[in-house]
């Protein structure tokens, strides 16, 4: 097979864009590609050793004149001097900023053959687009990438909206790999959080503010006065502390469980009975995505890109951001209703397999990457059977 070389740069440590980024790469490198991280640390999720996986880490100098030391430059420079050392196709970066600006950059450097695939996760457009500072910088990175992709319809109506952008951007949804996420057994684990009578509410976030994780908090009380519950929350971040202040005031310490950080998140997915996703705005929502893929609904806001993932009344609830009475009503319906969660549940096993499926959205950004290398499609690739 005509078998590309792909430098893959993102966020290593954090959040949904790292996630998808590195699970890509890994699944890029199974159907045997050559991947090379480009990042300032080790990706969280990329596991055990692979031939076809490489990882360089990017250094950054510190000299003392330096105010803030350069990372950004650090970066162009050690993903031009990866891609002419391993001869790279292409650099596929995540976020507009900085990652894209830099692989611009390093193309300068090394010439127009190695093309420029940008991803656009949902904050570096709806929050840094919207600061007039960025903003043109943001706009030349999309204008300048040779291929732009979003992750939702509605981000790239947002990049339209906010930056009068008119270059074509190919849609390519978040994806789950079936063999990571699906109902596990966790009974004996579940007899640590709650009793067999009560229903757990979960939480998964960087508690960021986007996220209202507050508004979790008071659904949860809603829900717990009416449905024996527990909630659990998983991650830390910003809004941590207000969170732990509100669940306090609300006399409700004891029914809220909070894990921290945690790398196997499929087993806690799968404890769950419902996800509780009230964002300010999402232009996905991986999590709830992995929720689904363990047969886990999720009572969200309709923010952003979430109505494209969640089907209103079969995979899940949408309210209007805030609206936590409403959230919590449906909660309350769907955990009290033994034949609508049921059907619910299996909605969610259909959905995310076939249609947020990882093999589908792989060949999409294959297709992508001949694409703007201007090759054809191999044979081979067109022949593989797409396996959901
Ligand atoms: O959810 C986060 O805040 C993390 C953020 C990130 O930058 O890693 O996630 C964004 O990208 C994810 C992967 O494409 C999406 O599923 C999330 O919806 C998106 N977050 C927001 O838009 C707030």
Redesign the pocket.
Known sequence: MDRLKIGITC?PT???????ATELGKLLAEKGHEVHFITHSMPFRLGKFDKNISYHEVEVNDYYVFKYPPYDLSLASKLAQVAKLEELDLLHVH?AIPHAVCALLARQMVGPQLKVVT?L????I?VLAQDESLSDLISYAIDESDAVTA?SQD?IEETRRLLGISKPIDLAY?FVDKRVYYPREVSELRKEFAHPDEKILIHI??F?P??RVTDVVEIFDRVRKEVPSRLLFVGEGPELSKVLCKVKELGILDRVTFCGKQDDVAQLLSLGDLMLLP?E???????A?EAMACGVPTIASNA??IPELITHGETGFLAGIGDVDQMAAYAKLVLSDEALYAKMKEACLHRARYTFCNDLITRQYEEIYYRVLGRPLPEELKSRPINC
């Open positions: 966020y954090l959040g949904g864009s790292g996630v998808v976020y991803t996760h949902g904050t570096d709806t992750v981000l978040n976030s960087n960021r986007v996220k964002s705005k999402e232009s996905f929502g991986l999590v995505l952003g890109g």
